[in-house]
């Protein structure tokens, strides 16, 4: 069965550092595209990084290219958000999602396939 699992949401200061980690089980990482998305109170869900495992393509939402960095470890079988210069914006729930590849139209990151129960980030505005 896949289960996909956030962690390492919490509070944190405008300007400050957090990484959150997303803890596949079921299945291979390294088979698969993983996503990070965030939905914020009353706000659609949006896109913010993709990686494509089998190659290594990633992709960026361009409100966070720059400051947000995805990663993978295979050995762990996770997936990793790096944010950094994090912005004033409330409580947002952070997901990771996997699917066989990312897609973005637009700019903007989509995905389907499996998604995870999401960890909490609050950036105080």
């Known amino acids: 069965e896949v289960h996909l699992v956030e962690s390492g949401g919490g509070l944190v200061q405008a300007g400050g550092s957090l990484r959150l980690s997303c803890a596949a089980s079921?299945?291979?990482?390294?088979?698969?595209?993983i996503g990070w998305f965030r939905q914020a109170p009353g706000k659609e869900r949006e896109g913010v990084s993709c990686?494509?495992?089998?190659?290594?393509?990633?992709d960026d939402a361009d409100f966070v290219k720059a400051r947000f960095t995805i990663s993978t470890d295979n050995a762990k079988n996770k997936v990793y958000l790096q944010m950094h210069s994090l912005k004033p914006m409330g409580p947002a729930v952070y997901y990771c999602a996997a699917d066989h590849r990312c897609s973005v139209t637009a700019g903007r990151i989509s995905m389907r396939g499996y998604w995870g129960q999401g960890a909490h980030v609050v950036v105080p505005s």
């Open positions: 990686i494509s495992n089998s190659d290594g393509w990633t």
């Open positions: 079921g299945f291979t990482v390294r088979n698969y595209a």
